[in-house]
C-alpha cells in the first residue's frame, strides 16, 4: 500500500483488523507530499513510482490507500499491472444511501475534486446536495500535528469554521480520518463517513477471487520511506 504519507496508515489499520494474516508493505511517498496540490501528471508519475516499488519489493497487490492518487492515477495502475489494485475512494454511497440524507459535505483535497472520476462519482448521486471542502494544506497540516491531539483539535475546528452544515460527512482524504473524532465533535449528531472499511473488503474479495489470501501468515508490516 502507499499513500503520501501517514494518511494510509489508517487504511493500513482496517485491513489488518479484517486480514490478520496478510504481510503488509506500506510505502510513504514522504519525499513528494503533498499530492493534494499536484498537477494528474504528477499525480500519477508517483503513483507508478510508488507501484513499482512496491512490487520490485514483493507486493501481490497495491492498495493505493490515498484518495488523490486513485483519483488522479488508478486507471494507469490497472492498464499497467497485472494484479489486484484496489484504490480510495470517498464514501459517498453509503452516505448518501443513510436514513434522511439530502446534503452531503465531502471534505478533499484540491487535486482529488478536480478529478472526472470524483466528478463521475458525484453525478451518481442527482438527488443528493453534495457540497465541497477543500483545504490545499490539510494533509500536510495534519501530518505536522500528528502527535499532538490538542492541535489536531484546533486544526480540525478551525478548518470546519463557516463550513456548510449538512445531513452527513464524507472524510475523502486519508489524512482527515485522524481528525474522526473531532469532526464529530463539531457537527455533534451528524454521521461522518470513511471509505477504509470499504477498502479492507475489496482487497480481501479480490485476493479471495485470484486464490491469493494468505492464511498461514504472520501479519508482518515493512515500512518504506520515499
Ligand atoms: N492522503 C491523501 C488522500 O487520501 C493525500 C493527501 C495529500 O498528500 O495531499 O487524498
Excluded: W
Aim: glycine share 6%; aromatic share 8%.
Amino acid at each position: 500500500m502507499f499513500d503520501s504519507g501517514v494518511g494510509g496508515l489508517t487504511t493500513l489499520e482496517t485491513l489488518q483488523q479484517l486480514l490478520p494474516q496478510e504481510n503488509f508493505l506500506y510505502a510513504a511517498d514522504f519525499s513528494h507530499a503533498p499530492y493534494g496540490t499536484k498537477s494528474r501528471d504528477e499525480i500519477i508519475v508517483r503513483a507508478e513510482a510508488c507501484a513499482m516499488r512496491l512490487i520490485a519489493e514483493g507486493a501481490k497487490a497495491i492498495v493505493a490507500a490515498c484518495n488523490t492518487a486513485t483519483a488522479a492515477g488508478i486507471e494507469t495502475l490497472r492498464a499497467q499491472f497485472d494484479m489486484p489494485i484496489v484504490g480510495a475512494e470517498p464514501a459517498l454511497k453509503p452516505a448518501c444511501e443513510a436514513p434522511n440524507v439530502r446534503s452531503v459535505l465531502v471534505m478533499l483535497t484540491p487535486a482529488a475534486a478536480a478529478q472526472p472520476k470524483f466528478r463521475a462519482l458525484t453525478a451518481e448521486f442527482p438527488n443528493v446536495d453534495i457540497r465541497l471542502l477543500t483545504v490545499p494544506t490539510l494533509a500536510a497540516d495534519v501530518e505536522s500535528r500528528i502527535h499532538d491531539r490538542d492541535a489536531l483539535r484546533a486544526l480540525t475546528f478551525r478548518t470546519l469554521e463557516g463550513a456548510p452544515r449538512c445531513d452527513a460527512v464524507v472524510l475523502g482524504c486519508t489524512h482527515y480520518v485522524y481528525l474522526r473524532a473531532f469532526v464529530e465533535e463539531f457537527f455533534e449528531t451528524v454521521p461522518v463517513f470513511d471509505g477504509n472499511v470499504g477498502i479492507a473488503r475489496r482487497v480481501r474479495t479480490l485476493l479471495d477471487r485470484r486464490a491469493l489470501l494468505n492464511d498461514d501468515g504472520r501479519g508482518r508490516v515493512r515500512f518504506l520511506a520515499l
